[in-house]
């Protein structure tokens, strides 16, 4: 059995876990699940970063100590865990001691090689990447990876030689075509590394939120050597316990630290840096991964336009967001998210595709064959169309193997889909509800049954890593039940006949509503977001709705003429009544001195019908119109809330006639 270790990224805990975030942790779970069902003894990691400027940062705007504010954001990322449906078998805080002493020794061992010296830092830190940029990468003295402003520091700190390891590095490379991938990163850090290297900075005097250096503890040590360490603490290492010796002996290297592209340089050359200088094993591969966009901005908590992994969740279920994010990213590029996308997956790829044939297959089972996996025909199996889809079908188990061991998620739902497909066309070809009523033909009958079945059994078996929850039902609905779950003997033509179906039931139900009415509906049930409740400091939660927050520039303001582009009109109040099986909603008749129209609005919990009409109220003028519960909205009106608390709509000190702008 061969052992295979799989880590994502550790999360920085400054503000609440977003799609980013879990995508990683989704892609690295659906990898080690694969592993698992071909019998490989997996080892995967996840946790949290916690140490560093920013997230002291965070805590003092929060009001908290850093170890307090740590506790309580490293549990939003944990718990996040189960509802991504995450194997993971150990989740790491830097913050906790098997790390401390890791990380220290760690250093002492680099230090006693004599790679670590004294000297004075100077130049300019992004806060935001906890990276050093120098003065040639700035951009408008901002950060060129997230476009945040910089700081410039000048304090005693220990250098890490990193210069010294140019060419073994170089020669690493060369030796391991694979140590990073894909190869567009793999030639951008070659492109690095000819050019030559600087030393390292890996420490800091001038915060506290950090391990101290070994011997000087007036110096934390910089965040990335603290951070990638984590990778060693959760295989045991810096313990003195013999069992601890006995898993890092096992488990280390680590097969694949699956990242985003972002941070390629620190774990292909600052970290495989820190081993060679400890002399210690590398990483087998650093495998990246793209950056999801919202509206062609990368989605991330610093800008603030991201989407939250539980709203995706509640609206879809978790397995159509697994699907959607495994198929719609190529792995490697970027990806736009965007809700009418999943809602056009989830309907014609889940419930139309997949989801039909699964109800169809075992539903016709129960009527023609009393609910038993009926005994194919030998002479029938080997018809054409029966040969082209379990020949297919055997293609396939190698294909989905091959790709997903590679990261290639989207091709293997692709061929997975393809077969999918095949299935129901073979289905519509042998007509096995005209069958059923043909006395003389039950055996074409048993034999096109026992092949859908069989087929989506194995559809089943090799959707275990991308969408575990569902191969589980279709699996149970089948009649299925694997004491323990594995591909190695997965095979067409192997389901037993005569297997006892499970109750069927609908998979994938078709979502009628359109995206406007989901947003809606998430509106109505969705709670008040949570880390800022704790962390203030955090960027503002997104709203619930999927709605993808406009990108901000980078320097996070907007020029007049964007704010001139919203058209804030004055307008009365006409009429107002609630909109039917809404909690939240009112739909109002207004005059807005132009025109008069209906907006729907979400005040219905603080504010009655009847007060409102004649009211003064403040309008979005120009925006798109949305059906909200089947009503057409034509504009906004604006209001205040405290904490999402009820809406205050916003209003003016003397009486103003409708039409006039507000700016
Ligand atoms: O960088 N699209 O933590 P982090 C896809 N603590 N993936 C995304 C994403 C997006 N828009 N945004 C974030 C750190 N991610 C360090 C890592 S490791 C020793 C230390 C994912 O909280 C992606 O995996 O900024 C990215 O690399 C990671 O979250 C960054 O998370």
Redesign the pocket.
């Known amino acids: 059995m061969s052992r295979f270790y799989i880590?994502?990224?550790?999360?920085?805990?400054?503000a609440e876990?977003?799609?980013?975030?879990a995508?990683?942790t989704m892609v690295a779970d659906a990898v080690a699940r694969a592993h698992r069902l071909l019998g490989d003894d997996v080892f995967f990691l996840t946790g949290?970063?916690e140490h560093g400027q920013k997230v002291e940062r965070a805590a003092q705007k929060a009001g908290m100590p850093p170890n307090r504010f740590a506790d309580v954001v490293a549990a939003k990322f944990r718990d996040l865990l189960p509802s991504l449906h995450a194997s993971n078998d150990d989740f790491i805080r830097t913050t906790e001691p098997r790390h401390h002493a890791s990380v220290q020794a760690l250093w002492r061992r680099v230090r006693d090689r004599g790679h670590i010296y004294k000297g004075e830092y100077a130049g300019w830190y992004c806060t935001v990447?906890?990276v050093f940029v120098p003065e040639t990468q700035l951009v408008d003295r901002r950060c060129p990876i997230c476009g945040n402003a910089v700081e410039r520091i000048a304090e005693e700190s220990y250098f890490f030689r990193l210069s010294a390891f140019q060419q073994p590095l170089l020669d690493h490379y060369r030796r391991h075509p694979d140590f990073v991938t894909p190869t567009v990163r793999r030639n951008e850090m070659m492109t690095f590394l000819e050019a030559g290297l600087d030393d390292l900075s890996i420490s800091r005097t001038s915060f506290t939120w950090g391990i101290p250096v070994p011997d000087d503890p007036a110096h934390v040590m910089y965040?990335?050597f603290d951070?990638?360490t984590?990778?060693m603490t959760a295989a045991g290492f810096g313990s003195d316990d013999a069992a601890s010796q006995q898993r890092f002996a096992r488990y280390w290297p680590a097969d694949v630290?699956?990242?985003?592209?972002?941070?390629v340089r620190?774990?292909a050359i600052y970290?495989p840096a820190f081993l060679l200088a400890a002399d210690l094993p590398l990483p087998r591969q650093i495998v990246?991964?793209?950056?999801?966009?919202?509206d062609g901005a990368?989605?991330?908590?610093s800008k603030g336009n991201?989407a939250r992994p539980r709203d995706y969740i509640e609206r879809f279920g978790l397995d159509a967001l697994r699907y959607f994010v495994f198929r719609e990213?190529v792995f490697g590029q970027?990806a736009n998210?965007a809700d009418e996308a999943i809602l056009t997956r989830y309907n014609a790829d889940l419930a139309n595709d997949f989801g039909n044939l699964v109800s169809r297959a075992t539903t016709m089972i129960h009527r023609a064959c009393g609910g038993r996996v009926p005994a194919p025909v030998a002479s029938l199996l080997g018809r054409p169309d029966e040969q082209r889809l379990q020949e297919k079908v055997a293609r396939l188990i190698a294909q989905v193997r091959d790709a997903v061991t590679v990261f290639q998620l989207s091709s293997a739902l692709r061929d997975i889909w393809e077969v999918i497909a095949d299935t129901n066309r073979y289905i519509v070809v042998r007509e096995p509800w005209k069958l059923a009523k043909a006395a003389d033909r039950q055996d074409e009958l048993a034999t096109s049954l026992y092949v859908a079945a069989d087929t989506l059994r194995v559809i089943a078996e090799l959707l275990r890593p991308f969408m575990p929850a569902t191969a589980e039902r279709t699996l149970t609905m089948l009649g299925v039940t694997a004491e323990a779950a594995s591909w190695a003997t997965l095979a067409p033509g192997t389901l037993v006949a005569g297997t006892h179906l499970g109750d069927t039931s609908p998979l994938f139900p078709r979502i009628e509503q359109t995206v406007e009415e989901l947003r809606l509906m998430s509106n109505e049930n969705s709670n008040p977001p949570t880390v800022p409740d704790a962390v203030p400091a955090s960027p503002p939660a997104p709203p619930p709705a999927v709605a993808a927050a406009p990108a901000a520039a980078a320097t996070g303001t907007i020029t007049i003429d964007d704010f001139m582009k919203v058209e804030l009109r004055i307008a009365r109040v006409l009429a107002a009544e609630r909109v039917p099986k809404s909690k939240k909603l009112l739909k109002l008749q207004v005059d807005t001195g132009a025109d008069q129209r209906t907006i729907v609005a979400g005040i219905a919990e603080a504010y009655e019908p009847e007060a409102l009409v004649g009211r003064t109220i403040v309008v979005v003028a120009n925006l798109q119109p949305a059906k909200l519960m089947g009503v057409e909205s034509n504009g906004m009106v604006l209001a205040g809330s405290i904490d999402g608390g009820p809406p205050v709509l916003v209003g003016f000190d003397r009486d103003m006639p409708p039409g006039a702008r507000v700016r």
């Open positions: 880590t994502t990224p550790i999360y920085y805990i400054n876990p977003h799609l980013g975030h995508y990683s949290t970063d990447d906890e965040v990335w951070a990638l984590n990778y630290h699956l990242i985003g592209k972002e941070i620190q774990h970290w990246s991964h793209g950056w999801w966009l919202m990368k989605m991330s908590k991201v990213m970027d998210f």
